[in-house]
């Protein structure tokens, strides 16, 4: 008797459908037809099945405060992150850890088991990096998360900055963050990314670096943090974030710049909710997209994956922790909407993220693997993308975690399905 079989699965890369058996927490048998008995039969019915969502970028330190202690007005990124300034020297580790776990909770049920989340550690408190360093432990197994050191106000702002970076890396952050555009000055920027790199390189520690998140076109610190991975020797264990500048890149530059990004190995994550509503924002029409050239990067051989980013917190009132929206809000602002595309834009929801995060060895669904999986109520990544539908249920190392039951319209008495009559 093993643990758990899921029948009748259709996965992305293949055209027949086929029985997921899971025992001791991995799959031990991926096949049309098998005959096991398990403690838990679940019938996919032809649905789409994958690996787990990844949320490869989230401030989970700041979600669920929106209004404290106030609203942002303007909607820019400046009063955001000065409204969160106003708010965060005066948090505590428990109201970042119940507030973060909140959103692992709505993350887990759609079907994101990996998160990577950010700590501000420019606060002079350490609430935000030790509430998410708990929620990482103690959910360990649920989700899993990386914690990020992000050093929100720059590291050179002010004279204690680089000293809580430091001791957050004491902490035991998993990933070393920037925000060289963010610096008093492009030579502060400079300084910053290098010092990030140094530290990253001796501490043996992964890099996700908020990279060129403005308008600006002079904003070009990632072909700096390209040139840094190559010097480091750290190809695929690099991740800039952001990077909205490149909406503004030229032509020429910006075909340069993807010949580097491929050749460092960089992870690119695009995160669509907050970026749509803050970049070109203050341009008079016609108006930037301001997003990272996801199309581009994809057909250059550069992995890119995304984000949740903000989720009810000082840059964004909106959110519910579903991947598949930011996947969709992506798909139209980078124009990824061709028959061959939009599977890839859930590829860059699962397992694009999964490389990015690094965990891509154990991640997918093959023999010997973990055995994660969502079985999305819809039968193809198109359906996926168009309907938003439910996580029917959400399976993490071989236990049924989530189930949702799909919503159910009808007209004049009469089931309206929203797909087209057979
Ligand atoms: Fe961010």
């Given at each position: 008797?093993?643990?758990?079989?899921?029948?009748?699965?259709?996965?992305?890369?293949?055209?027949?459908?086929?029985?997921?058996?899971?025992?001791?927490?991995?799959?031990?048998?991926?096949?049309?037809?098998?005959?096991?008995?398990?403690?838990?039969?679940?019938?996919?019915?032809?649905?789409?099945?994958?690996?787990?969502?990844?949320?490869?970028?989230?401030?989970?330190?700041?979600?669920?405060?929106?209004?404290?202690?106030?609203?942002?007005?303007?909607?820019?990124?400046?009063?955001?992150?000065?409204?969160?300034?106003?708010?965060?020297?005066?948090?505590?580790?428990?109201?970042?850890?119940?507030?973060?776990?909140?959103?692992?909770?709505?993350?887990?049920?759609?079907?994101?088991?990996?998160?990577?989340?950010?700590?501000?550690?420019?606060?002079?408190?350490?609430?935000?990096?030790?509430?998410?360093?708990?929620?990482?432990?103690?959910?360990?197994?649920?989700?899993?998360?990386?914690?990020?050191?992000?050093?929100?106000?720059?590291?050179?702002?002010?004279?204690?900055?680089?000293?809580?970076?430091?001791?957050?890396?004491?902490?035991?952050?998993?990933?070393?963050?920037?925000?060289?555009?963010?610096?008093?000055?492009?030579?502060?920027?400079?300084?910053?990314?290098?010092?990030?790199?140094?530290?990253?390189?001796?501490?043996?520690?992964?890099?996700?670096?908020?990279?060129?998140?403005?308008?600006?076109?002079?904003?070009?610190?990632?072909?700096?943090?390209?040139?840094?991975?190559?010097?480091?020797?750290?190809?695929?264990?690099?991740?800039?974030?952001?990077?909205?500048?490149?909406?503004?890149?030229?032509?020429?530059?910006s075909s340069k710049l993807h010949g580097f990004l491929r050749?460092?190995?960089?992870?690119?994550?695009?995160?669509?909710?907050?970026?749509?509503?803050?970049?070109?924002?203050?341009?008079?029409?016609?108006?930037?997209?301001?997003?990272?050239q996801?199309?581009e990067l994809?057909a250059a051989g550069v992995?890119?994956?995304?984000?949740?980013?903000?989720?009810?917190?000082?840059?964004?009132?909106?959110?519910?922790?579903?991947?598949?929206?930011?996947?969709?809000?992506?798909?139209?602002?980078?124009?990824?909407?061709?028959?061959?595309?939009?599977?890839?834009?859930?590829?860059?929801?699962?397992?694009?993220?999964?490389?990015?995060?690094?965990?891509?060895?154990?991640?997918?669904?093959?023999?010997?693997?973990?055995?994660?999986?969502?079985?999305?109520?819809?039968?193809?990544?198109?359906?996926?993308?168009?309907?938003?539908?439910?996580?029917?249920?959400?399976?993490?190392?071989?236990?049924?975690?989530?189930?949702?039951?799909?919503?159910?319209?009808?007209?004049?008495?009469?089931?309206?399905?929203?797909?087209?009559?057979?």
């Open positions: 008797m093993t643990d758990l079989v899921v029948r009748n699965a259709r996965l992305l890369d293949r055209d027949d459908l086929v029985d997921l058996v899971a025992d001791d927490g991995r799959w031990t048998q991926v096949g049309p037809d098998l005959a096991v008995d398990a403690e838990r039969e679940i019938d996919a019915a032809g649905r789409l099945v994958t690996a787990p969502l990844v949320d490869c970028h989230l401030h989970l330190d700041a979600s669920l405060t929106a209004g404290r202690p106030r609203f942002n007005a303007s909607g820019t990124l400046i009063e955001g992150i000065h409204v969160w300034g106003e708010l965060k020297e005066s948090l505590t580790v428990d109201d970042v850890y119940e507030r973060a776990k909140e959103i692992v909770r709505w993350s887990a049920a759609q079907g994101t088991l990996y998160i990577r989340a950010h700590a501000d550690v420019s606060a002079k408190n350490e609430a935000p990096v030790r509430g998410l360093l708990r929620l990482r432990d103690e959910l360990a197994d649920l989700v899993t998360i990386q914690v990020t050191a992000f050093p929100q106000d720059g590291l050179y702002s002010d004279p204690r900055n680089e000293g809580l970076f430091e001791r957050a890396i004491e902490l035991g952050v998993d990933c070393l963050g920037g925000i060289p555009h963010y610096e008093p000055t492009a030579e502060l920027g400079l300084a910053e990314v290098h010092r990030v790199f140094d530290l990253a390189a001796r501490h043996k520690r992964r890099i996700d670096v908020h990279c060129d998140e403005t308008d600006d076109p002079a904003s070009r610190f990632l072909e700096v943090m390209a040139d840094d991975t190559v010097r480091h020797g750290l190809s695929g264990r690099v991740t800039a974030s952001h990077c909205t500048a490149m909406g503004s890149y030229e032509p020429y530059y050749r460092a190995g960089i992870n690119i994550v695009v995160n669509p909710f907050a970026n749509s509503l803050i970049q070109g924002r203050l341009d008079p029409y016609p108006k930037r997209r301001g997003f990272a996801l199309k994809l992995n890119v994956s995304l984000g949740n980013d903000v989720i009810m917190d000082p840059w964004y009132l909106l959110g519910r922790a579903d991947m598949v929206e930011a996947a969709s809000l992506a798909l139209h602002f980078t124009y990824m909407s061709g028959l061959d595309e939009i599977p890839e834009m859930l590829r860059c929801a699962t397992e694009r993220g999964a490389r990015t995060l690094g965990v891509e060895d154990e991640y997918g669904i093959e023999e010997g693997k973990p055995a994660d999986c969502v079985v999305f109520d819809a039968p193809s990544a198109l359906e996926v993308l168009r309907l938003h539908p439910a996580r029917r249920w959400v399976v993490r190392r071989g236990r049924v975690i989530a189930e949702t039951e799909p919503s159910h319209t009808t007209l004049l008495g009469e089931p309206v399905t929203f797909r087209p009559p057979l």
